[in-house]
């Protein structure tokens, strides 16, 4: 054996040792350096082979429950900058924005996009897909999937202006652009138990999907698939989770 180890093969090694524990803040960490480079789904078999809340999913056979989660958007800022990451379009946005899950706080830390959409709804894909990334005090995380169809344009997207195509492009926001915006009006959702849908795979996420599909033009989308490259993570095992619907 090598006494050196690649920091890729150690971080492998740490992941599948902590299966199952919440390692918010290094999966964080984890994260978002993969979203600065392009993601290897392929690890992904050995990453998360044990794992059985993994992300995404076939949103299918959904139940609604008379004690169930509540959802409240308190977003009150703006988007700050957009920046082409490599994997991904990012939007940054400024500090305090917030959804309550139940009574629990989660804070708007970024938005970023996936194509094709990486959930699907009854079989039933998207050309693109949008997660607002939350995270409390405590460190957990609240994933808000927003899935885009094909329609008329959207003028709160294309207020986003071109999306920057090149690695390490960034601009900041002059106009002030709220991330509801980017929301379609109705907040109906499903819920779920899941993970993050890049290394390390991360479980014990909050998932909240939004069941209203914003428009986007013909143009918007290949905007979206000329900023990246496909991006979309394999639809994972539902293994018994419960999903839970609320309009």
């Known amino acids: 054996m090598e006494e050196k180890m690649s920091k890729s093969k150690l971080v492998k090694m740490v992941c599948i040792g902590l299966i199952g524990c919440s390692v918010y803040a290094d999966a964080t960490e984890v994260q978002e350096k993969s979203e600065k480079?392009?993601?290897?789904?392929?690890?992904?078999?050995?990453?998360?082979?044990?794992?059985?809340?993994q992300s995404p999913i076939d949103i299918v056979n959904s139940v609604e429950r008379e004690m169930q989660k509540s959802v409240t958007f308190k977003y009150k800022g703006n988007l700050a900058t957009i920046e082409n990451l490599g994997h991904t379009v990012q939007l940054g946005v400024t500090k305090g924005q917030m959804i309550m899950v139940n009574d629990k706080e989660f804070e708007l830390l970024q938005i970023h996009f996936h194509h094709d959409s990486e959930h699907v709804i009854g079989g039933k894909s998207y050309p693109v897909e949008a997660h607002?990334?939350?995270?409390?005090?405590d460190g957990k995380l609240a994933v808000v999937g927003v899935l885009y169809e094909e329609g008329k344009t959207n003028a709160?997207?294309?207020?986003?202006?071109?999306?920057?195509?090149?690695?390490?492009?960034?601009?900041?926001?002059?106009?002030?652009?709220?991330?509801?915006?980017?929301?379609?009006?109705?907040?109906?959702?499903?819920?779920?138990?899941?993970?993050?849908?890049?290394?390390?795979?991360?479980?014990?996420?909050?998932?909240?999907?939004?069941?209203?599909?914003?428009?986007?033009?013909?143009?918007?989308?290949?905007?979206?698939?000329?900023?990246?490259?496909?991006?979309?993570?394999?639809?994972?095992?539902?293994?018994?989770?419960?999903?839970?619907?609320?309009?």
């Open 132 to 137: 607002f990334v939350h995270k409390s005090k």
């Open 37 to 53: 480079e392009a993601v290897d789904h392929s690890t992904s078999t050995a990453l998360a082979e044990n794992m059985m809340s």
């Open 156 to 247: 709160s997207f294309e207020a986003l202006g071109k999306l920057p195509k090149k690695r390490g492009e960034k601009r900041a926001f002059k106009a002030n652009i709220n991330a509801m915006d980017l929301m379609p009006a109705s907040k109906s959702f499903y819920t779920y138990s899941g993970s993050l849908t890049t290394p390390p795979y991360t479980e014990e996420v909050t998932w909240v999907v939004l069941k209203d599909s914003p428009e986007l033009s013909k143009n918007q989308i290949g905007m979206v698939q000329r900023a990246m490259h496909k991006n979309n993570r394999d639809i994972q095992a539902i293994n018994g989770r419960e999903i839970i619907e609320k309009d």
